[in-house]
Structures are given as C-alpha cells and as structure tokens.
C-alpha cells in the first residue's frame, strides 16, 4: 500500500470520527426543541434528523471549500514563510489540518461525554489557530478574525434569546393567555406559520441550497425572496384550514382542554421546523469535519497547497454517513441537556426558539458575522426560558453551557498545538520526501 493510500485512510478515520461527534453533539440541538416538547420521541427524532442532516450534506453540501476553515490561517503566508525546503509547506499543512481535525473530535467527544453543547465551527477554528501560530507564528493568525468568533460568543445567544422571548411573549399574550384560546390561535396561527415558512426557506437557501443555486444565473436573491414569501402565503392559507378543523370543536371546552388542544395543534410546526435546521446544518457544516480532510487528501494526491479544493461527493458522503452515526449513537446526551435541563419546552415555546434561532443565524449569516448555531438555539431557549420569568430557567446548567463554550476556543488550540508538534517531530521528514517525490 503506498504512501498516498494510506495518508488518506487515517485521516479519513480522523475525519470520519470529527463527524461522528459533530453527529453527537451539534446535530442534536436541531432536534432538541422537538424531543423536549415531546413531539418526537428521541428515536424518531434521529431518524429524522439523520435524513435531513444526510441530505443536506451529500445533495447540497459545500462543492468547494476553503484549505483553512473560515480563513484563520492562509496557506499563502505557510508556502512563503523563509528558509523551508521544498515540500515543507505542503507537509506543515498535511501534518497541521490533521491535528486540527483530531483535537476538534476529541474536544467534541469530551464535550459529549459530559452532555455540553458546544460549537462544532469553534472547535475547528481554535484547533487551526493553534497550529498556525506553532508553525508560522503569531501574524498566521487572521486575528481579526478571531476577535468577529469571540464577539459572537455574546451575540448568538443574545440574539437569539431576545428573538425567542418576544415571540413567545406574542404566543402567549395573543394565543395562550386568552380566555379563549383555541380561537385565538385559529386567528394568529396563519401569522406564525407565515413567519415560520418564510424564515425555514430563506434558511434553507442560504445555508444550503446557495451551494448549489449559486450556479443558477437566474436564481437571484430577489428571486428567493419572492419564492419564499409566494411559498409563505400558500402555507398560511393551509394552516388556517388546519387551524380550523383542529380547533374549531375545541372553542366552548374548559381552558385546559384549548390549551391542550393548542399545543397538539403546534406540533408539526415545531417537527418541520426542526427538521429544516438539520437539514440546513448538514449542508453547512459538514465542511467542519471534510475541509480539512477535502485540503489533505488534495495535498498529498498533488503536493501543492491550493486555497480551495473541490470536495468529491464520496468525501460528502464519508461526512454525512459520520454525522448521521454520531447522531444515532450518542446524539441523546446533549438532545436531553438542551431539550429537557435548560427549561421546560412545550410545542408552542419550541416553535418560538426554532423560528428565533433560525432568523437570527440567517441574519448574520447574511451579514457575513461567524455566529453558531448551537450558541444560538441555546439562547433562544433560554429566552423562552426567561419570557416565564428568571425561575423559568435552570442556571447551573446554563452556567455550565457558558463555561463550555468560553472553554472550547483555547482548549482546541492547546491540544492541537500538542498533537501538532508530535506530528512534526515524527512525521514530518517522511511526508517531505513522499511530497517531493510528487
């Protein structure tokens, strides 16, 4: 078996395992909204999620992807760094984009074990910080960058909590603080169905399907906007149908029977809401886990350093197939943690913090600010949390949450660092020469 084969069967694994743990961790937030409100139970909850996340990472998973996630380190400034031999760069960057990809998974999988919501995107980028400044120093490092990752530890969930409490504060002053709730939700269940479409769709455009309209000359963001809202009216209609035939009978019943009835009639909004973030996460982060892979698979097959790399759909698949087994294997600590310790979830407060966290990441998505997911759907349950007062939420958890995220960054970075400098001292003379042989 020559040298080629074999580099990239074991970062395949390296990247295999980065993706069984982002299946673990960060793809059970999307279904914890469903699982806390008990619309799904927790196995139908994976084999949705497996689908969406597994469709959205092989149909519209990133084609291309950056060397270097997120650009926190340019493989321009490694190829021209002075005094390295011919290969050296090329095999810095094998040797650094494997460690990355290592000390992420085990940081992910630590973070799982303890049942932590942590970021997927976060751990990748501390991890390739913390090679870029061992082997090229300090100025490798897109500190600009970095300072827009920290800025959106604060803005992720605080975006998304203040998003979650107005709407449910709407949900409950016009729907469920009625007297008469099942008509009221009969009048205001168009509007949020409207809102919840409009929102999913543009998500599921910009998130995912961009990778692949983006070839589609005619497919202009206008174009999505219309389609989008078009869409978001014909849904609106259909819910007030839906509205009507599940409630209409329910009007003159006692309150808690309305109540009851309202809540059923919110689940399939929060099931569809939260199948449409999976399938927007598999589309975008997948590149997580098969950047790096994608970056060294292309090195050590050309020798050189690209700043993009085409990803082949057998590579997506590796990614999506991970994700979908991390989720199904261990996906259920960090699903309980979000949907069941933070606060109570019910459909309707699930409905709300999917529709927050989805707005708010399309918004920065937009506004090209690197914000997670994960951060994001934290905060917004936590607002759902807080719309019921400050006894609504469960604070050592969350303060737990919070010390895991401020964590992630420097104990990614560190580890790499380690697992950098092992890989440099043993490997590094063999993969020079197999590089210059190319």
Sequence with gaps: MDFVTITIIITGCIGLYMAWNIGANDVANSMADAVGSKALSIKQAVILAGICELAGAVLVGSSVTNTVRKGIVDPAY???MPGLREGEAAAILVLGMAAALLCAAIWLNFATIIGMPVSTTH????????FGVVAAGVDAV???KMGQIVAS???SPVAGGVCAFFLFKFISRKILGRTRPARAAIIYMPAICFLLTLVVSLATIYKGLKHVTGDIPWFTDQVALGFSIGLSVLVAIGSRFYALAKLKAMKDKPISAQLEAVESAFVPLVIVSSCAVAFAHGAND????????AAIVNIVQTGDISMKVDVPIWILCLGGGGIVIGLATYGYRVMATVGTKITEITPSRG???DIAATATVLVCTR???????THTL???IMGIGLARGLGGIDRSVTKSIFTSWFVTVPAAAILSIVLFIIGHYFFLEMLIMELVGK
Excluded: C
């Design 286 to 293: 997948v590149a997580n886990a098969v950047g790096p892979f």
């Design 123 to 130: 751990s990748i980028v501390g991890a390739v910080a913390g």
């Design 78 to 80: 490694l190829a021209n």
């Design 153 to 155: 530890w604060f803005i």
């Design 142 to 144: 897109n500190w600009g």
């Design 378 to 380: 934290v905060g917004a």
């Design 367 to 373: 506004l090209a600010l690197p914000v997670s997911t």
């Design 351 to 353: 409905v709300a913090a």
